[in-house]
Protein backbone atom coordinates (compact mmCIF):
# COMPACT_ATOMS: atom_id res chain seq x y z
CA UNK A 1 0.00 0.00 0.00
CA UNK A 2 1.59 3.49 -1.05
CA UNK A 3 1.97 5.86 1.51
CA UNK A 4 0.72 9.21 1.18
CA UNK A 5 2.14 11.61 3.14
CA UNK A 6 -0.54 14.91 4.03
CA UNK A 7 1.17 18.39 4.64
CA UNK A 8 -1.02 20.82 6.51
CA UNK A 9 -1.33 24.38 4.44
CA UNK A 10 -2.61 26.27 7.87
CA UNK A 11 -3.42 29.73 6.89
CA UNK A 12 -5.09 32.75 9.86
CA UNK A 13 -7.60 34.80 8.41
CA UNK A 14 -5.73 38.10 8.86
CA UNK A 15 -6.77 41.96 8.40
CA UNK A 16 -4.96 44.38 7.14
CA UNK A 17 -5.92 48.52 7.36
CA UNK A 18 -5.90 49.05 2.93
CA UNK A 19 -8.22 46.00 2.69
CA UNK A 20 -12.00 45.25 3.43
CA UNK A 21 -11.80 42.17 3.65
CA UNK A 22 -9.74 39.11 5.80
CA UNK A 23 -7.19 37.52 3.69
CA UNK A 24 -5.50 34.35 4.29
CA UNK A 25 -1.87 34.15 5.75
CA UNK A 26 0.16 31.26 6.07
CA UNK A 27 1.34 30.12 9.08
CA UNK A 28 4.78 29.14 7.45
CA UNK A 29 4.80 33.07 6.31
CA UNK A 30 4.27 34.78 9.90
CA UNK A 31 7.19 32.64 11.12
CA UNK A 32 9.13 34.17 8.42
CA UNK A 33 8.14 38.00 9.01
CA UNK A 34 8.16 37.83 13.26
CA UNK A 35 11.37 35.29 13.46
CA UNK A 36 12.13 34.31 16.71
CA UNK A 37 11.25 34.90 19.86
CA UNK A 38 8.36 35.93 19.39
CA UNK A 39 4.86 35.87 21.14
CA UNK A 40 1.79 34.70 19.32
CA UNK A 41 -1.91 34.79 21.08
CA UNK A 42 -4.60 32.97 18.79
CA UNK A 43 -8.12 34.32 19.94
CA UNK A 44 -9.99 32.56 17.26
CA UNK A 45 -12.01 28.68 17.33
CA UNK A 46 -10.12 25.85 16.59
CA UNK A 47 -6.90 27.69 17.65
CA UNK A 48 -5.45 24.59 18.61
CA UNK A 49 -4.52 23.73 15.20
CA UNK A 50 -2.39 26.91 14.65
CA UNK A 51 -0.01 25.75 17.65
CA UNK A 52 0.32 21.70 15.94
CA UNK A 53 0.90 23.66 12.40
CA UNK A 54 3.07 26.22 14.21
CA UNK A 55 5.58 23.04 15.12
CA UNK A 56 5.38 21.42 11.41
CA UNK A 57 6.33 24.59 9.93
CA UNK A 58 9.06 25.54 12.17
CA UNK A 59 11.06 21.89 11.23
CA UNK A 60 9.96 22.96 7.43
CA UNK A 61 11.97 25.98 8.14
CA UNK A 62 15.52 24.16 10.04
CA UNK A 63 15.32 21.64 6.93
CA UNK A 64 15.49 24.68 4.46
CA UNK A 65 17.96 26.29 6.28
CA UNK A 66 20.06 22.93 6.24
CA UNK A 67 19.82 22.00 2.89
CA UNK A 68 19.87 25.39 1.42
CA UNK A 69 23.33 26.68 3.40
CA UNK A 70 26.10 27.88 2.03
CA UNK A 71 28.24 24.82 2.14
CA UNK A 72 25.86 22.74 0.06
CA UNK A 73 25.54 24.98 -2.95
CA UNK A 74 29.39 25.68 -3.75
CA UNK A 75 32.16 23.61 -5.30
CA UNK A 76 34.62 21.83 -2.84
CA UNK A 77 37.63 23.82 -3.75
CA UNK A 78 35.94 26.97 -3.02
CA UNK A 79 34.68 25.34 0.20
CA UNK A 80 38.00 24.78 1.56
CA UNK A 81 39.05 28.69 0.72
CA UNK A 82 35.94 29.98 2.24
CA UNK A 83 36.70 27.72 5.64
CA UNK A 84 40.25 29.18 5.54
CA UNK A 85 38.70 32.52 4.96
CA UNK A 86 36.18 32.18 7.84
CA UNK A 87 38.63 30.90 10.26
CA UNK A 88 40.11 34.56 10.63
CA UNK A 89 36.74 36.74 10.67
CA UNK A 90 34.54 36.85 12.81
CA UNK A 91 32.10 34.03 12.39
CA UNK A 92 29.31 36.06 14.85
CA UNK A 93 28.33 37.60 10.97
CA UNK A 94 27.03 34.44 9.82
CA UNK A 95 23.26 34.35 9.59
CA UNK A 96 22.13 31.55 12.60
CA UNK A 97 20.09 29.08 11.86
CA UNK A 98 16.21 29.59 12.37
CA UNK A 99 15.30 28.48 15.73
CA UNK A 100 11.28 28.45 17.13
CA UNK A 101 11.97 26.88 19.87
CA UNK A 102 12.19 30.47 22.35
CA UNK A 103 8.41 31.57 20.73
CA UNK A 104 5.47 31.34 22.80
CA UNK A 105 2.16 30.23 22.18
CA UNK A 106 -1.25 31.16 23.73
CA UNK A 107 -4.50 29.49 21.74
CA UNK A 108 -7.61 30.37 23.22
CA UNK A 109 -8.98 27.15 22.66
CA UNK A 110 -8.14 22.89 21.37
CA UNK A 111 -8.38 22.05 17.92
CA UNK A 112 -11.79 20.97 17.52
CA UNK A 113 -13.38 23.70 19.89
CA UNK A 114 -15.58 26.62 19.19
CA UNK A 115 -15.44 30.26 21.60
CA UNK A 116 -18.06 31.41 23.57
CA UNK A 117 -20.84 33.14 22.02
CA UNK A 118 -22.37 34.63 24.89
CA UNK A 119 -23.51 38.25 25.00
CA UNK A 120 -23.02 39.18 28.47
CA UNK A 121 -19.14 37.97 27.38
CA UNK A 122 -16.56 40.43 24.84
CA UNK A 123 -16.13 38.74 21.46
CA UNK A 124 -12.31 38.07 22.00
CA UNK A 125 -12.97 36.71 25.77
CA UNK A 126 -9.64 35.47 25.72
CA UNK A 127 -7.32 38.16 24.47
CA UNK A 128 -9.58 39.97 27.57
CA UNK A 129 -8.59 37.83 30.17
CA UNK A 130 -4.72 38.60 28.61
CA UNK A 131 -4.85 42.26 28.98
CA UNK A 132 -7.41 43.28 31.34
CA UNK A 133 -7.71 39.93 33.65
CA UNK A 134 -9.27 42.00 36.98
CA UNK A 135 -12.40 43.53 34.67
CA UNK A 136 -12.64 40.27 32.94
CA UNK A 137 -12.39 37.91 36.46
CA UNK A 138 -14.82 40.55 37.89
CA UNK A 139 -17.70 40.17 35.75
CA UNK A 140 -16.73 36.18 34.86
CA UNK A 141 -17.93 36.58 38.81
CA UNK A 142 -21.01 38.22 39.24
CA UNK A 143 -22.45 36.40 36.22
CA UNK A 144 -21.46 32.92 38.12
CA UNK A 145 -24.33 33.84 40.57
CA UNK A 146 -22.08 31.78 43.10
CA UNK A 147 -21.45 35.15 45.27
CA UNK A 148 -22.64 34.69 49.03
CA UNK A 149 -22.19 38.17 50.07
CA UNK A 150 -22.65 40.44 46.56
CA UNK A 151 -26.48 39.82 45.82
CA UNK A 152 -27.02 43.54 44.76
CA UNK A 153 -24.01 43.79 42.61
CA UNK A 154 -24.69 44.29 39.19
CA UNK A 155 -22.12 44.60 35.48
CA UNK A 156 -22.83 48.24 36.04
CA UNK A 157 -21.32 48.53 39.78
CA UNK A 158 -18.07 46.32 37.90
CA UNK A 159 -17.73 49.10 35.57
CA UNK A 160 -17.60 51.51 38.54
CA UNK A 161 -15.04 50.06 40.61
CA UNK A 162 -12.98 52.99 41.90
CA UNK A 163 -8.80 53.50 42.40
CA UNK A 164 -6.28 51.98 39.79
CA UNK A 165 -4.28 49.05 39.23
CA UNK A 166 -1.16 50.11 40.63
CA UNK A 167 -2.79 51.48 43.92
CA UNK A 168 -2.76 49.16 46.33
CA UNK A 169 -4.90 51.55 48.43
CA UNK A 170 -7.66 51.27 46.45
CA UNK A 171 -9.92 48.41 45.53
CA UNK A 172 -9.11 47.83 42.52
CA UNK A 173 -5.27 48.06 43.14
CA UNK A 174 -5.39 45.90 46.51
CA UNK A 175 -7.50 43.22 43.60
CA UNK A 176 -4.92 43.67 41.31
CA UNK A 177 -1.94 42.90 44.52
CA UNK A 178 -4.23 39.42 45.27
CA UNK A 179 -4.55 38.26 41.52
CA UNK A 180 -0.53 38.86 41.06
CA UNK A 181 -0.47 36.57 44.58
CA UNK A 182 -2.33 33.89 43.76
CA UNK A 183 -1.72 33.04 40.01
CA UNK A 184 2.13 33.46 41.15
CA UNK A 185 2.02 30.79 44.23
CA UNK A 186 -0.74 28.68 41.45
CA UNK A 187 1.88 28.66 38.93
CA UNK A 188 4.68 27.75 42.01
CA UNK A 189 3.08 24.60 42.88
CA UNK A 190 2.22 23.18 39.96
CA UNK A 191 4.83 23.73 37.57
CA UNK A 192 8.25 22.09 37.22
CA UNK A 193 10.80 24.82 38.85
CA UNK A 194 12.56 25.47 35.71
CA UNK A 195 10.06 26.00 33.76
CA UNK A 196 8.40 28.95 36.76
CA UNK A 197 11.96 30.46 36.01
CA UNK A 198 11.78 30.88 32.50
CA UNK A 199 8.28 31.81 32.10
CA UNK A 200 7.37 33.60 35.73
CA UNK A 201 11.00 35.47 36.50
CA UNK A 202 13.05 36.34 33.64
CA UNK A 203 10.68 38.75 31.89
CA UNK A 204 7.91 41.14 33.15
CA UNK A 205 6.01 40.71 29.74
CA UNK A 206 5.55 36.58 30.17
CA UNK A 207 5.20 36.89 33.62
CA UNK A 208 2.60 38.69 33.03
CA UNK A 209 0.74 37.18 30.05
CA UNK A 210 0.67 33.71 31.80
CA UNK A 211 -0.38 34.77 35.05
CA UNK A 212 -3.52 35.99 32.89
CA UNK A 213 -3.39 32.76 30.85
CA UNK A 214 -4.23 30.82 34.56
CA UNK A 215 -6.79 32.89 34.85
CA UNK A 216 -8.24 32.28 31.09
CA UNK A 217 -8.33 28.53 31.15
CA UNK A 218 -10.43 28.58 34.09
CA UNK A 219 -12.58 30.95 32.12
CA UNK A 220 -12.49 29.76 28.97
CA UNK A 221 -12.95 25.82 30.68
CA UNK A 222 -16.31 27.12 32.25
CA UNK A 223 -17.60 27.54 28.75
CA UNK A 224 -16.34 24.23 27.51
CA UNK A 225 -13.18 25.80 25.85
CA UNK A 226 -9.48 24.34 27.28
CA UNK A 227 -6.82 26.60 26.36
CA UNK A 228 -3.74 25.52 24.34
CA UNK A 229 0.03 27.01 24.87
CA UNK A 230 3.35 26.18 24.07
CA UNK A 231 5.41 25.77 26.05
CA UNK A 232 2.44 23.51 27.61
CA UNK A 233 1.00 23.96 31.07
CA UNK A 234 -0.58 21.68 33.55
CA UNK A 235 -4.26 22.21 33.90
CA UNK A 236 -5.10 24.63 36.63
CA UNK A 237 -8.47 25.63 36.68
CA UNK A 238 -9.02 23.56 39.80
CA UNK A 239 -6.11 24.66 42.26
CA UNK A 240 -7.41 25.53 45.38
CA UNK A 241 -6.00 28.75 45.86
CA UNK A 242 -8.75 29.95 43.21
CA UNK A 243 -11.31 29.55 46.32
CA UNK A 244 -8.98 32.24 48.35
CA UNK A 245 -9.31 34.53 45.14
CA UNK A 246 -13.36 34.19 45.14
CA UNK A 247 -13.35 34.80 48.35
CA UNK A 248 -11.28 37.88 48.20
CA UNK A 249 -13.75 39.28 45.36
CA UNK A 250 -16.62 38.39 47.45
CA UNK A 251 -15.69 40.42 50.58
CA UNK A 252 -14.56 43.31 48.57
CA UNK A 253 -17.51 43.46 46.28
CA UNK A 254 -19.72 43.34 49.32
CA UNK A 255 -18.46 46.71 50.14
CA UNK A 256 -19.08 48.35 46.46
CA UNK A 257 -22.69 49.31 46.99
CA UNK A 258 -21.44 51.15 50.16
CA UNK A 259 -18.33 52.76 48.45
CA UNK A 260 -20.86 53.97 45.42
CA UNK A 261 -23.81 54.81 47.16
CA UNK A 262 -23.02 55.97 50.54
CA UNK A 263 -19.63 56.70 50.50
CA UNK A 264 -18.39 54.60 52.67
CA UNK A 265 -14.49 54.02 53.12
CA UNK A 266 -12.85 51.26 51.53
CA UNK A 267 -11.59 48.45 53.94
CA UNK A 268 -8.62 46.18 53.32
CA UNK A 269 -8.73 42.32 52.20
CA UNK A 270 -7.45 40.33 55.09
CA UNK A 271 -5.89 38.08 52.61
CA UNK A 272 -2.38 38.74 52.92
CA UNK A 273 -2.81 38.77 57.05
CA UNK A 274 -4.32 35.29 56.47
CA UNK A 275 -2.09 33.75 54.58
CA UNK A 276 0.90 34.69 56.84
CA UNK A 277 -0.94 32.82 59.16
CA UNK A 278 -0.77 29.93 57.66
CA UNK A 279 2.51 29.84 56.89
CA UNK A 280 3.15 30.30 60.89
CA UNK A 281 1.21 27.74 61.37
CA UNK A 282 3.43 25.53 58.65
CA UNK A 283 6.23 26.92 60.22
CA UNK A 284 4.99 25.40 63.63
CA UNK A 285 4.47 21.61 62.23
CA UNK A 286 6.18 21.54 59.18
CA UNK A 287 9.36 20.20 58.51
CA UNK A 288 11.89 19.06 55.58
CA UNK A 289 9.61 15.64 54.63
CA UNK A 290 6.49 17.51 54.03
CA UNK A 291 5.85 19.24 51.00
CA UNK A 292 6.91 23.21 50.91
CA UNK A 293 4.09 25.43 52.31
CA UNK A 294 1.90 26.15 49.13
CA UNK A 295 1.67 30.28 50.66
CA UNK A 296 5.74 30.73 50.17
CA UNK A 297 5.21 32.87 47.25
CA UNK A 298 2.89 34.81 48.83
CA UNK A 299 4.68 35.62 51.76
CA UNK A 300 8.32 35.86 50.19
CA UNK A 301 7.82 37.88 47.41
CA UNK A 302 4.09 39.86 47.74
CA UNK A 303 5.31 40.82 51.70
CA UNK A 304 8.27 41.73 50.79
CA UNK A 305 7.19 43.69 47.79
CA UNK A 306 4.40 45.19 50.01
CA UNK A 307 7.48 46.65 52.99
CA UNK A 308 9.41 47.65 49.84
CA UNK A 309 6.80 49.95 48.42
CA UNK A 310 5.69 50.97 51.90
CA UNK A 311 9.15 52.21 53.09
CA UNK A 312 10.17 54.31 49.44
CA UNK A 313 6.88 55.96 49.40
CA UNK A 314 6.03 56.23 53.35
CA UNK A 315 2.75 54.67 52.62
CA UNK A 316 2.06 52.81 56.09
CA UNK A 317 -0.05 49.83 54.20
CA UNK A 318 1.14 47.38 57.20
CA UNK A 319 0.87 48.15 60.60
CA UNK A 320 4.60 47.55 62.62
CA UNK A 321 3.46 44.10 64.26
CA UNK A 322 2.77 42.79 60.99
CA UNK A 323 5.98 44.28 59.01
CA UNK A 324 8.00 42.48 61.42
CA UNK A 325 5.89 39.55 61.89
CA UNK A 326 6.53 38.81 58.11
CA UNK A 327 10.36 38.86 58.34
CA UNK A 328 10.47 37.00 61.52
CA UNK A 329 8.78 33.94 60.00
CA UNK A 330 10.48 34.71 56.47
CA UNK A 331 13.77 34.44 59.17
CA UNK A 332 12.24 31.35 61.11
CA UNK A 333 12.00 29.62 57.23
CA UNK A 334 15.29 30.36 56.22
CA UNK A 335 16.67 28.81 59.19
CA UNK A 336 15.14 25.26 58.90
CA UNK A 337 18.17 24.83 56.44
CA UNK A 338 19.80 25.06 53.37
CA UNK A 339 16.74 23.46 50.95
CA UNK A 340 14.75 26.55 52.43
CA UNK A 341 16.98 29.28 51.41
CA UNK A 342 16.86 27.55 47.60
CA UNK A 343 13.52 27.61 48.03
CA UNK A 344 12.87 31.09 48.85
CA UNK A 345 15.53 32.38 46.28
CA UNK A 346 13.51 30.34 43.98
CA UNK A 347 10.90 31.88 44.46
CA UNK A 348 12.14 35.21 43.77
CA UNK A 349 12.91 36.80 47.60
CA UNK A 350 16.62 38.15 46.04
CA UNK A 351 15.77 41.27 44.24
CA UNK A 352 13.59 42.48 47.56
CA UNK A 353 15.44 41.23 50.36
CA UNK A 354 18.24 43.44 48.75
CA UNK A 355 15.84 46.66 48.12
CA UNK A 356 14.82 46.41 51.50
CA UNK A 357 18.35 47.12 52.62
CA UNK A 358 18.03 50.75 51.74
CA UNK A 359 15.11 50.73 54.48
CA UNK A 360 16.12 52.99 57.62
CA UNK A 361 13.84 51.17 60.23
CA UNK A 362 16.00 50.77 62.71
CA UNK A 363 13.60 47.28 64.24
CA UNK A 364 14.18 45.77 61.38
CA UNK A 365 17.59 45.93 61.27
CA UNK A 366 18.46 42.29 63.42
CA UNK A 367 16.10 40.84 61.37
CA UNK A 368 17.44 41.84 58.03
CA UNK A 369 21.21 40.89 59.59
CA UNK A 370 19.89 37.46 59.74
CA UNK A 371 18.31 36.95 56.81
CA UNK A 372 21.47 38.53 54.70
CA UNK A 373 23.34 35.94 56.79
CA UNK A 374 21.52 32.79 55.64
CA UNK A 375 21.38 33.66 52.06
CA UNK A 376 25.45 34.07 52.08
CA UNK A 377 26.21 31.55 53.47
CA UNK A 378 24.16 29.00 51.47
CA UNK A 379 24.50 30.79 47.88
CA UNK A 380 27.33 32.88 47.56
CA UNK A 381 26.45 34.21 44.23
CA UNK A 382 24.51 36.69 45.89
CA UNK A 383 27.42 38.76 46.83
CA UNK A 384 28.19 40.02 43.63
CA UNK A 385 24.51 41.78 43.08
CA UNK A 386 24.86 42.59 47.09
CA UNK A 387 28.28 44.35 46.42
CA UNK A 388 26.76 46.19 43.32
CA UNK A 389 24.03 47.81 45.30
CA UNK A 390 26.28 49.10 48.02
CA UNK A 391 24.41 46.63 50.31
CA UNK A 392 27.66 46.39 52.64
CA UNK A 393 27.27 49.57 53.71
CA UNK A 394 23.70 48.85 55.82
CA UNK A 395 26.00 46.27 57.54
CA UNK A 396 28.42 48.89 58.16
CA UNK A 397 25.43 51.30 59.87
CA UNK A 398 24.26 48.37 61.72
CA UNK A 399 27.69 48.15 63.31
CA UNK A 400 27.93 52.14 63.91
CA UNK A 401 24.17 51.97 65.32
CA UNK A 402 24.68 52.50 69.36
CA UNK A 403 20.91 51.81 69.74
CA UNK A 404 21.18 48.13 68.58
CA UNK A 405 22.08 47.50 72.19
CA UNK A 406 19.49 49.39 73.57
CA UNK A 407 16.40 47.68 75.23
CA UNK A 408 14.42 50.67 74.37
CA UNK A 409 14.60 50.28 70.60
CA UNK A 410 14.82 46.50 70.32
CA UNK A 411 11.33 44.44 70.21
CA UNK A 412 11.15 40.86 72.26
CA UNK A 413 10.77 37.50 69.78
CA UNK A 414 11.45 34.10 70.60
CA UNK A 415 15.13 33.23 69.38
CA UNK A 416 17.19 30.36 70.18
CA UNK A 417 20.99 30.17 70.09
CA UNK A 418 21.96 27.54 67.66
CA UNK A 419 25.29 25.78 68.62
CA UNK A 420 27.62 27.38 66.31
CA UNK A 421 26.90 30.87 67.86
CA UNK A 422 24.74 32.36 65.13
CA UNK A 423 21.50 33.90 65.83
CA UNK A 424 18.26 31.73 64.89
CA UNK A 425 14.65 31.96 65.37
CA UNK A 426 12.97 29.83 68.21
CA UNK A 427 10.75 27.36 67.62
CA UNK A 428 9.95 26.04 70.87
CA UNK A 429 9.56 29.06 73.13
CA UNK A 430 12.92 29.84 74.53
CA UNK A 431 13.80 33.63 74.96
CA UNK A 432 17.39 35.46 75.03
CA UNK A 433 17.81 39.07 76.09
CA UNK A 434 18.08 42.01 73.55
CA UNK A 435 20.95 42.48 74.62
CA UNK A 436 22.30 39.31 73.86
CA UNK A 437 19.97 39.29 70.63
CA UNK A 438 22.29 42.55 69.65
CA UNK A 439 25.58 40.88 70.45
CA UNK A 440 24.92 38.34 67.64
CA UNK A 441 23.56 40.53 65.11
CA UNK A 442 26.96 42.41 65.32
CA UNK A 443 29.05 38.99 64.67
CA UNK A 444 26.36 38.85 61.98
CA UNK A 445 27.06 42.03 60.55
CA UNK A 446 31.09 40.84 60.66
CA UNK A 447 30.49 38.05 59.03
CA UNK A 448 28.51 39.32 56.03
CA UNK A 449 31.26 42.44 55.83
CA UNK A 450 33.95 39.54 55.23
CA UNK A 451 31.67 37.69 53.44
CA UNK A 452 31.02 40.62 50.82
CA UNK A 453 34.90 41.98 51.44
CA UNK A 454 36.15 38.99 48.77
CA UNK A 455 34.34 40.27 45.99
Known amino acids: MEEKIVVCQCTIPFIFQTYTQYIPLSVYDLQTWMGSPSIYVYDCSNAGIIVKSFKQFAEQHEREY ?95 IPGQLNDRRTMLGELNWIFTAITDTIAWNTLPRDLFQKLFRQDLLVASLFRNFLLAERIMRSYDCTPVSSPKLPPTYQHAMWQAWDLALDLCLSQLPGILEKDEHFVHSPFFEEQLTAFQVWLNLG ?82 VFIWAKILAVDSTCQADLVRENGHKYFLSVLQDPTILSKATLHFFKWRVSHSGSICPCKYGSWISCRTRGRLARKSCLYLLRTTAGQ
Open 287 to 368: SERRNPPEQLPIVLQDFCKILFVEYLTNNVLLSQVHRLRALELLGRFLDLGPWAVNLALSVGIFPYVLKLLQSSARELRPLL
Open 66 to 160: ESGSLFSVIPSVCKMVLSLQLASQNRASITPPPSFKNCIQLAACAANQILPMNPDLPADIFTACLTTPIKIALRWFVMQNTSKLVPKVSMDHIDK
